[in-house]
């Protein structure tokens, strides 16, 4: 056994929440058991999300919205599995049901799935990989992603694709957006040669339903049904 196994410590989502650091300026997800640190967007993955969340805001006030449904700034949501925790690229929540949060007002936790219209994961292009040597345990409270670091960069796509779906369609999240600008995702997703895609995952008796839209293909959302976007709008606002 490597000193690294030994030292790993897993996670329930609570412990999480105690050992985030109070004002830290860099986003941490937690993994099965495991403290990752997530990138801090960038460049074309920044551009992009601030982008959409502008024409969602956008959306939410012409259909009169504005004072019941809001983006906030950050939020942690928590599945029904104890050790992970997930902070969105995107949520919009719904304001007649977030005093069922009793955790929101202190901590910013989502944990029903009555608080969510819709949330959006933007696929990454670099992501800190190795679970074993993010633990904060192992490595004094400070995973890192770096060219001294023990740990491997790499796109998160199988994060957005498979466990971030599975979760949310556990919770019971009626919509959910994959957007893979960066055409990261598997072949069986996104095709051969890889296109940029979106997903949008409507959930119909308790599974999602994913539909991809590509190119000038417009964007058929649940929620805003009178959203008048294609998928090629959304890829160009990161350019």
């Known amino acids: ?83 992970s925790g997930y902070e969105p690229d995107i949520i919009i929540l719904n304001q007649e049901t977030i005093d069922t949060e009793t955790r929101w007002e202190t901590e910013s936790i989502i944990q029903n799935a009555t608080s969510v219209k819709l949330i959006a994961e933007v696929v990454s292009t670099a992501v800190a990989s190795s679970r074993e040597t993010l633990s904060p345990v192992a490595y004094g409270g400070k995973p890192s992603c770096s060219a001294s670091s023990p740990t491997r960069c790499l796109s998160n796509w199988q994060d957005d694709y498979y466990d971030k ?54 964007i058929i959302s649940p929620t805003f049904p009178q959203l008048n976007l294609t998928a090629q709008q959304i890829f160009d606002s990161a350019l």
């Open 1 to 83: 056994m490597t000193q690294t196994q030994a030292e790993l410590k897993l996670f329930t989502f609570d412990e999480f929440i105690e050992w985030y650091p109070e004002k830290s300026e860099v986003r941490y997800e937690l993994h099965d058991g495991v403290i990752v640190e997530m990138p801090k967007p960038r460049g074309q993955h920044s551009k992009l999300t601030g982008s959409l969340v502008g024409k969602l805001l956008t959306t939410i006030s012409e259909i009169s919205k504005t004072d019941i449904w809001f983006i906030p700034r950050e939020s942690i949501v928590k599945p029904k599995r104890d050790k």
């Open 165 to 218: 779906l599975r979760d949310y369609e556990d919770m019971g999240i009626p919509e959910y957006w994959i957007v893979d600008y960066a055409a990261l995702g598997g072949r069986k997703f996104i095709g051969n040669p890889k296109v940029p895609t979106i997903f949008v995952c409507e959930l119909i008796d308790g599974e999602y339903q994913m539909t991809p839209f590509i190119g000038i293909d417009r």
